[in-house]
């Protein structure tokens, strides 16, 4: 599983969505709750170009809390209009400094999650390639900033149209899309599965 070809084909489809919205649409909400698509494409790029020592010192001003961090980013990047949001995915096709750590999970991960936050509230879906899809899967458990290794516990996740399940008890049925970004918090994508487990799942996300 090559997890850096996945984030550079990500980070490519999503330079090329995003530059089809329009200022609406990029003011409009995501399923990321409280920020805008504008907002959601910063937090996106904010790690990009900062390099080893810009992110240090980004979180020793966080006092090494993710959160924090990802909101100083975001303060510095939201101030860049949406063209030059997607000149820096576009300078950085291949994700470098936090996002290329892990062989790429986390570059790979957040543009995945990230373009479905946006997406999914503008109602413009797309058919994520099952090869990227899978490999979102298998591997998210191990991003623990991502949450589901904490929402998974006394559930059985089934995908519908994947070769894919992960862990034990009520069931969780539906499209490997709607439980990639159930377990990553989002509580829309509940409402497409089924299964005794939903409601135990919905509790563990986010409104």
Known sequence: ????????????????????????????????????????????????????????????????SPDRANALGLEEYRALAPGDLIAVLRRNPRPRGLPAAFGGMIGFLDGLIHQQDIRRPLGLPRTIPPERLAGALRVLLFALPVGAARRLPGLHAVATDLDWSAGKGAEVRGPAEALLLALAGRRAATADLRGPGVDLLVSRTEP
């Open 1 to 64: 599983m090559d997890l850096r070809r996945f984030a550079r084909e990500e980070r490519a489809e999503l330079a090329e969505f995003l530059g089809t919205l329009t200022p609406q649409q990029w003011a409009a909400p995501t399923l990321c709750t409280g920020w805008t698509v504008h907002e959601v494409v910063a937090h996106l790029v904010s790690y990009d170009e900062i390099g080893a020592r810009g992110l240090a010192r980004r979180l020793v001003r966080a006092r090494f």
